[in-house]
């Protein structure tokens, strides 16, 4: 009996939660940093591995928030996660605005081509050629301080290789873990030349942060009962370079499974069918299933906006006083006038500056919201003209103000005219809607970006997610067809 | 049955009012009286004010020159149009609300203290022109142009307006409907109600037989009781002539 009660206390005490340690990482691609293998919600990767094992030592259970790579060390300032640790390069500049921890790898640039191709084997080989690259890195900077080279940016790793692979650019120019990863295994590509650059990765803490001790003594630890080399050597990164580092020998400790892994895996030629298999896999639909609820909560949203504002911006262009009626055709003019993606981008990335921020969802259905109040706006103000002058003249007469005779004579009136249009709109908003993949939005366009990038296809994927979107617009398709038939039957009648 | 008596003290005055649209007088220094429970004609060719003088009457346009008094005091567009009721050539009855709706929306936003009785009130006014109940819920569509012009005056009398205006009552109707028209004034007036009516149909002017007023170039040409049949003045006698040809 006493010891059951012990064992129920020893339970209980195991139960009591850990204290979080919060890491952001852009987990979209990204191997073999922190990445989704096979779409799977599970993490791996070799940061993946350093955080569980400085939170071990920590007595901290690690919780990863994903985040847009650019947006990481903002993050760590805004304090949305304790650390970021997601290949953050050490400098001058990163270093005015986070403390790092003492770094926990270190490489070099390395320079991939296409067999067949151009073969520069240092910077300045690369003069006269077009060279890809991920923004915000060294290897960026190397590249356009080198006279001649016209240096590409990317988003995507994959797609700087698969640019490469196809011929559209001459090199890519990358961290080796990228390059080891993303090219290697690809038989059309060639890792070459010397080392250029040194990089070291260290972990990115907010200014003056308590944690910055703990996790450099974690790290220390790690490095000297061999943790962080049996870890590097799983991931196949372990070298040199590394045993400069930490004052270690070279030689690997253990097997290289995480890459072995991750190597047979995308080795394996994969049929059609087999292809098809893995998008109907419950990982790939949830994925999906997940962007296109989001693509339709945003649309829908955005659309409520846009029918409202709309409305407005149509009455004041049609019945207010001039100056009004001058404001709002100029605005409707220019939003018209600029993309919608500057739209999108200036609200989420641009307003911050003058200290408005808004969460990504509510940014993105501002931008679409707003963009489209325009085009209803318009739809609007033809629909208000088709209603027949003695309609408002009826209503005054009866000692209706302006403004009821509009609520409640001219604008329902309008609204049934305008909403065949209206219904087209919210299908354009709905594909337009994959422009908030651009502010950190998982929507239907951002899983397939996901999903491309792990499964290296973007044909049957871009098929599939094409497939998507139309079924998601046909429902709304049908809703206008029958709305015309109604009204249609109406003037039939009349 | 019996109906609730339309509490009507209608003393309508226009003072020498005057209307221009752009460079073109159409009303030049008119004046008016209207009085209580009295049925007034208005007869001219077209284009002599005579529309545009019901729309200054019931406020729907501005005055340029003179005024309107209702009893005696001055009243702004506004209320004026709240308590003289102007029933369109072409009715202009909304097509999204059904009969009910028609004659309710104006007492429903104007009165604060609107209840069931404005309902009873609105069903008791449809039967009083002669609107069935099957058709309280018809949109106006579904309706024919007797039915709707009968809904229109009915919509014009729900916020019981010290007067009622008719546009061209008949144009919009088969010959044989003129009488049932000249039926539902004529029980207005019963009523109580003032009532001025605008027509170039001649036939349903003979058949008013009331108080006419000819009007020629935005000017009172000749108001009369017997106008119709014992014209004095000349161009009334020529207008009357052109319209017999």
Same mark, same amino acid.
């Given at each position: 009996?006493?010891?059951?009660?012990?064992?129920?206390? =020893?339970?209980?005490? @195991?139960r009591?939660p850990?204290?979080?340690?919060?890491?952001?990482?852009?987990?979209?691609?990204?191997v073999?940093?922190?990445?989704?293998?096979?779409?799977?919600?599970?993490?791996?990767?070799?940061?993946? +591995?350093?955080?569980?094992?400085?939170?071990?030592?920590?007595?901290?259970?690690?919780?990863?928030?994903?985040?847009?790579?650019?947006?990481?060390?903002?993050?760590?300032?805004?304090?949305?996660? +304790?650390?970021?640790?997601?290949?953050?390069?050490?400098?001058?500049?990163?270093?005015?605005?986070? +403390?790092?921890?003492?770094?926990?790898?270190?490489?070099?640039?390395?320079?991939?081509?296409?067999?067949?191709? %151009?073969?520069?084997?240092?910077?300045?080989?690369?003069?006269?050629?077009?060279?890809?690259?991920?923004?915000?890195?060294?290897? #960026?900077?190397?590249?356009?301080?080198?006279?001649? =080279?016209?240096?590409?940016?990317?988003?995507?790793?994959?797609?700087?290789?698969?640019?490469?692979?196809?011929?559209?650019?001459?090199?890519?120019?990358?961290?080796?873990?990228?390059?080891?990863?993303y090219? !290697? %295994?690809?038989?059309?590509?060639e890792?070459?030349?010397?080392?250029?650059? /040194?990089?070291?990765?260290?972990?990115?803490? &907010?200014?003056g942060?308590?944690?910055?001790?703990?996790?450099?003594?974690?790290?220390?630890?790690?490095? @000297?009962?061999?943790?962080?080399?049996?870890?590097?050597?799983k991931?196949?990164?372990?070298? $040199?370079?590394?045993?400069?580092?930490?004052?270690?020998?070279?030689?690997?400790?253990?097997?290289?499974?995480?890459?072995?892994?991750?190597?047979?895996?995308?080795?394996?030629? =994969?049929?059609?069918?087999?292809? #098809?298999? &893995?998008?109907?896999?419950?990982?790939?639909?949830?994925?999906l299933?997940?962007?296109?609820?989001?693509?339709?909560?945003?649309?829908?949203?955005?659309?409520?906006?846009?029918?409202?504002?709309?409305?407005?911006?149509?009455?004041? &262009?049609?019945?207010?006083?001039?100056p009004l009626?001058?404001?709002?055709?100029?605005?409707?003019?220019?939003i018209?006038?600029? $993309?919608?993606?500057?739209?999108?981008?200036?609200?989420?990335?641009?307003?911050?500056?003058?200290?408005?921020?808004?969460?990504?969802?509510?940014?993105?259905?501002?931008?679409?919201?707003?963009?489209?109040a325009?085009?209803?706006?318009?739809?609007?103000?033809?629909?208000?003209?088709?209603?027949? &002058?003695?309609?408002?003249?009826?209503?005054?007469?009866?000692?209706?103000?302006?403004r009821?005779?509009?609520?409640?004579?001219?604008?329902?009136?309008?609204?049934?005219?305008?909403? %065949?249009?209206?219904?087209?709109?919210?299908?354009?908003?709905?594909?337009?809607?994959?422009?908030?993949?651009m502010?950190?939005?998982?929507?239907?366009?951002?899983s397939?970006?996901?999903?491309?990038?792990?499964?290296?296809?973007?044909?049957?994927?871009?098929l599939?997610?094409?497939?998507?979107?139309?079924?998601?617009?046909?429902?709304f398709?049908?809703?206008?067809r029958?709305?015309?038939?109604?009204?249609? !039957?109406?003037?039939?009648?009349? | 049955?019996?109906?609730?008596?339309?509490?009507a003290?209608?003393?309508?005055?226009?003072?020498?009012?005057s209307?221009?649209?752009?460079?073109i007088?159409?009303?030049?220094?008119?004046?008016?009286?209207?009085?209580?429970?009295?049925?007034?004609?208005?007869?001219?060719?077209s284009?002599?004010g005579?529309?545009?003088?019901?729309?200054?009457?019931?406020?729907?346009?501005?005055?340029d020159?003179?005024?309107?008094?209702?009893?005696?005091? $001055?009243?702004?567009?506004?209320?004026?149009?709240?308590?003289v009721?102007?029933?369109?050539? !072409?009715?202009?009855?909304?097509?999204?609300?059904?009969v009910?709706?028609?004659?309710?929306?104006?007492?429903?936003?104007l009165?604060?203290?609107?209840?069931?009785?404005?309902?009873?009130y609105?069903?008791?006014? #449809? @039967?009083?022109v002669?609107?069935?109940? /099957?058709?309280?819920?018809?949109?106006?569509?579904?309706?024919?142009?007797?039915?709707?012009?009968?809904?229109?005056?009915?919509?014009?009398l729900?916020?019981?307006?010290?007067?009622?205006?008719? +546009? /061209?009552?008949?144009?919009?109707?088969?010959?044989?409907?003129?009488?049932?028209?000249?039926?539902?004034?004529?029980?207005?007036?019963?009523?109580g109600?003032?009532?001025?009516?605008?027509?170039?149909?001649?036939?349903?002017?003979?058949?008013?037989?009331?108080?006419?007023?000819?009007?020629?170039?935005?000017?009172?040409?000749?108001d009369?009781?017997d106008?119709?049949?014992?014209?004095?003045?000349?161009?009334?006698?020529?207008?009357?002539?052109?319209?017999?040809?």
């Amino acid at each position: 009996m006493r010891y059951a009660l012990l064992l129920l206390m =020893v339970s209980l005490a @195991a139960r009591e939660p850990l204290p979080e340690l919060t890491w952001g990482a852009a987990t979209d691609g990204n191997v073999p940093y922190a990445f989704h293998p096979d779409n799977t919600d599970a993490l791996v990767g070799f940061e993946k +591995d350093i955080v569980d094992a400085i939170a071990r030592r920590l007595g901290r259970q690690p919780k990863a928030v994903r985040n847009d790579w650019d947006g990481l060390v903002p993050g760590v300032q805004a304090g949305k996660y +304790d650390i970021a640790i997601n290949g953050i390069e050490i400098s001058d500049d990163r270093a005015k605005e986070v +403390d790092f921890s003492i770094p926990y790898f270190k490489c070099y640039e390395q320079i991939v081509v296409r067999r067949g191709g %151009p073969r520069p084997e240092s910077l300045a080989a690369m003069s006269g050629l077009r060279v890809g690259t991920l923004g915000q890195t060294l290897a #960026l900077e190397l590249l356009e301080n080198t006279p001649g =080279v016209e240096a590409v940016r990317y988003d995507q790793e994959l797609q700087a290789y698969n640019d490469l692979a196809t011929g559209r650019i001459d090199a890519v120019l990358l961290d080796v873990p990228i390059a080891k990863y993303y090219a !290697g %295994p690809d038989p059309r590509l060639e890792l070459i030349g010397e080392p250029i650059g /040194e990089i070291r990765y260290a972990i990115a803490l &907010r200014k003056g942060s308590a944690l910055k001790a703990p996790i450099d003594a974690a790290l220390r630890g790690m490095i @000297a009962d061999g943790e962080l080399r049996r870890i590097l050597s799983k991931w196949d990164l372990w070298g $040199p370079a590394q045993a400069s580092l930490y004052g270690q020998p070279p030689e690997p400790l253990g097997t290289p499974d995480g890459y072995l892994d991750y190597v047979s895996r995308v080795r394996d030629s =994969v049929s059609w069918t087999e292809k #098809l298999a &893995r998008y109907f896999s419950p990982e790939a639909l949830s994925l999906l299933a997940k962007g296109a609820g989001l693509t339709l909560a945003l649309s829908l949203s955005a659309m409520l906006l846009a029918v409202a504002l709309g409305l407005i911006l149509a009455l004041a &262009r049609v019945y207010g006083p001039t100056p009004l009626s001058w404001l709002a055709a100029t605005w409707i003019e220019v939003i018209r006038g600029t $993309p919608l993606l500057i739209q999108t981008l200036f609200l989420y990335y641009g307003l911050p500056n003058i200290g408005i921020q808004f969460p990504p969802f509510v940014a993105g259905v501002l931008a679409l919201g707003i963009n489209y109040a325009a085009y209803e706006a318009e739809n609007y103000r033809s629909g208000l003209r088709g209603v027949p &002058r003695g309609q408002l003249e009826a209503a005054l007469a009866l000692g209706l103000t302006q403004r009821q005779a509009l609520r409640h004579v001219i604008v329902p009136q309008a609204l049934r005219v305008c909403l %065949p249009t209206m219904t087209n709109d919210f299908i354009s908003l709905l594909k337009d809607s994959s422009l908030v993949s651009m502010i950190t939005l998982l929507e239907l366009t951002g899983s397939y970006q996901r999903l491309a990038t792990q499964y290296y296809d973007y044909f049957l994927l871009g098929l599939l997610v094409a497939l998507i979107y139309l079924l998601l617009g046909l429902p709304f398709v049908r809703l206008a067809r029958q709305l015309e038939r109604n009204l249609d !039957g109406d003037k039939a009648a009349r | 049955m019996s109906y609730p008596q339309i509490d009507a003290v209608p003393d309508l005055r226009a003072e020498l009012i005057s209307k221009a649209y752009g460079s073109i007088q159409v009303l030049k220094g008119i004046s008016l009286h209207l009085r209580p429970a009295e049925l007034v004609c208005m007869i001219g060719s077209s284009g002599c004010g005579k529309s545009t003088l019901l729309r200054c009457l019931n406020g729907l346009e501005p005055v340029d020159g003179g005024s309107i008094t209702l009893d005696g005091a $001055p009243v702004s567009p506004l209320d004026l149009r709240r308590r003289v009721g102007l029933v369109f050539q !072409g009715f202009h009855l909304f097509p999204h609300l059904d009969v009910m709706g028609n004659l309710l929306l104006a007492p429903g936003l104007l009165r604060p203290e609107f209840t069931k009785e404005d309902t009873d009130y609105a069903e008791q006014l #449809l @039967a009083r022109v002669g609107v069935s109940p /099957e058709l309280f819920n018809r949109r106006p569509h579904q309706l024919s142009g007797g039915q709707q012009q009968r809904v229109a005056i009915a919509r014009a009398l729900a916020l019981r307006p010290d007067a009622v205006l008719y +546009d /061209e009552p008949t144009s919009a109707l088969d010959p044989e409907r003129t009488a049932d028209v000249v039926a539902l004034i004529r029980d207005r007036q019963q009523e109580g109600l003032a009532q001025i009516v605008v027509t170039h149909d001649m036939p349903f002017a003979r058949a008013l037989a009331c108080r006419t007023i000819h009007l020629d170039h935005g000017e009172v040409v000749a108001d009369a009781a017997d106008l119709l049949t014992a014209p004095r003045d000349e161009r009334t006698q020529r207008f009357l002539r052109a319209c017999l040809a």
